[in-house]
């Protein structure tokens, strides 16, 4: 049984940081493309970061995916957030040879930035 967990979201002051971790089973792992989506109330899902290294250019210099094989874990660390930053993130697995061969979704974590 194929499953993305999404775990470290909650409530954060404006400047502050936060790890969100995707913790996946269920299918081979280091065979899928890993991604980071969110999606604020009333607007569209939107890539945030992807791959070894993509970003929506709203969040370069501020977010770092990562991940660790080994764990069967990927991370997206989350520093200087904004307001506007506030939305559920999804975790995405998508099989590297296209999501015909496999595209999953996590069941996404709040983020909430306010003062």
């Known amino acids: 049984q194929v499953q993305l967990v999404e775990s470290g979201g909650g409530l954060v002051q404006p400047g502050g940081s936060l790890r969100l971790s995707c913790a996946a089973s269920g299918f081979a792992f280091s065979r899928f493309i890993m991604n980071w989506y969110r999606q604020a109330r009333g607007k569209e899902r939107e890539l945030v970061a992807g791959?070894?290294?993509n970003y929506a250019d709203f969040v370069k210099g501020r977010f770092t995916i990562s991940r660790d094989n080994a764990k069967n874990t990927v991370y997206l660390q989350m520093n200087s957030l904004k307001p506007e930053d506030t939305a559920v993130y999804y975790c995405n697995a998508r099989h590297y040879l296209g999501s015909d061969n496999g595209n999953y979704w996590g069941q996404g974590t709040q983020v909430t930035v306010s003062s």
């Open positions: 791959g070894s290294a």
